[in-house]
């Protein structure tokens, strides 16, 4: 039994209203339970197997100078053809150019192998952060309604955004 299992926890049943569940009312020292077992959870994360590919992946791209160059300015493109789609209309020739522009960049990116391990792993670790905190928010909203975050408007899908947050 670890060091927070161990710890007894004085607990108050309370019902809440609408709710069939009784609720425990936390005290200080649960929450502070409750945060390092979230820091454990975190500890967790860093050292999965996920974490280890995006590292190594990250470090071979840092050493792969094509590839840092083709990101950044893949990075310059996007950003440009963001501001691009908000102010000009989706047939102007300066928008069709971009997209084209930054396809193009990406198509030469992806080609080289590193980038690519390099964007699966950074997929593959963040698809595991999400998936963690996504099960938290389920499991919490059974019973507490929670607000939704800045990107549970399918931005963390790939959906894009338009929720205007």
């Not at 161990?6 to 936390?26: A, E, H, I, L, N």
């Not at 992946?57 to 501001?83: D, I, P, W, Y």
């Not at 099960?135 to 939704?148: A, F, G, K, S, T």
């Amino acid at each position: 039994m670890n060091r927070l299992e161990s710890q007894t926890v004085p607990r108050v049943d309370k019902t809440v209203p609408g709710v069939d569940k009784t609720v425990q009312v936390v005290s200080i020292s649960e929450h502070q339970v409750i945060l390092a077992k979230a820091d454990r959870i975190g500890d967790l994360l860093i050292t999965s197997d996920q974490a280890r590919s995006y590292w190594l992946a990250r470090g071979l791209m840092e050493r792969h100078h094509r590839a840092q160059s083709l990101f950044a300015q893949l990075k310059n493109k996007t950003n440009k053809l963001l501001t691009l789609q908000q102010t000009l209309p989706a047939d102007h020739p300066r928008l069709r150019a971009a997209v084209k522009e930054t396809t193009d960049l990406e198509k030469e990116l992806y080609g080289i192998p590193v980038a690519m391990q390099y964007k699966t792993a950074q997929a593959d670790l963040n698809e595991l952060v999400q998936g963690v905190f996504q099960l938290m928010i389920q499991r919490i909203n059974q019973v507490v309604p929670v607000e939704p975050g800045p990107r549970q408007c399918g931005a963390a899908e790939g959906k894009g955004c338009s929720c205007g947050s």
